[in-house]
């Protein structure tokens, strides 16, 4: 017998949050942020999804317009083809499809909340979080002047944040870096460079190596992983993959290769919290720790992300942040940095709830998919 209820429609709606101000990586300069949520409406009640993917085909091929058609035209129909409400049914359900891990995530992240809201159960004891609290990190954008950049961090720091991680791109690398390093004395740092870099900068990026930061992340393409494990080779500094790490075999052959010595894990890259778990059990039998990473998600997605930060093998601090880091209005209770950490919620599901008031305001499409009809508006 499957586990779980009869599910009978999905809530997809498009809502767009205004950040706090620009946050500019190596790929593109973000104002705002996309956001697909799912709503998972099932017999014994619902559960929240958020898709991940960016407003462009920027960070990966996957993009919110889309997934908002795979979503619509092939994903949700199988998944309601299912009957049933089974979390571990989802992703198994849509394999015969290439692709679209963030979209595929998302489904799987509505129907395991709606489940585990029915049963009692957090994504923290899901998933099976070892820890109430984790420590808060933040990734830093690249600014217009390194003064901004100085202010900005302070600001973190002075917020109780114990991990930085600054954007890099050729042009903004080691000056950057140096000054904060300088200006903030022994602070946990490290750099992604969201695949900025090709093998031919090896010389340049060793000059990292004398800023002792804890990783460099993704700093070749996302394909490029040989030359990531000869790029190893010629650093001290350790390799840390995201973009590249696509499931948990992606990692066992990177790993392999001697292509990383840490691994980013983000759900939404790797099709969903229950592949990100077996990424960190492929990693820990592996002795490679691993850190939870973040894709500028709401309140929904942070908490999911609190509870997969909280497991044994997240032994270095994650992009975990509060919600004002890119919000000024979440869309649940707002996610808090309290001495340094966060709380991983311990309520049903996410533990978290969104704010209907607030999510109509920001919401600028909803359809809702039934097994045999689709209603938009
Ligand atoms: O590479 O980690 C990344 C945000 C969007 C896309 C890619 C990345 C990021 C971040 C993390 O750096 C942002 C966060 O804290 O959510
Ligand atoms: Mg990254």
Redesign the pocket.
Known sequence: MAEGTRLEGIEVRRVRMPLVAPFR?SFGTQTAKDVILLRAVTADGEGWGECVA?SDPL?ASEYVAVAMTTLREYFIPAVLGLGVADPALVVPALDRWKGYRMSKGALEMAVLDARLRATGQSFGQALGAVHDRVPAG??VGIMDTLNELVETVGGYLDEGYQRI?L?IEPGWDLEPVRLIRETFGPIQLQV?A?AAYTLGDANHLRKLDAFDLLLI??PLGDENVLAHAKLARRLDTPICL?ESITSARAAADAIKLGACGIV?IKAGRVGGYLEARRVHDVCVANDIPVWC?????TGLGRAANAALAALPGMTLPG?V?AST?FYAEDLTEPIEIEHGGIAVPTGPGLGVEPDLDRLEAVTVHTEWITANRSLAS
């Open positions: 990586t960016g960070y933040v990734s991680k954007k992604d969201n992340e993704q995201d980013n990473g973040g894709m500028v998600e992009d942040s880091r």
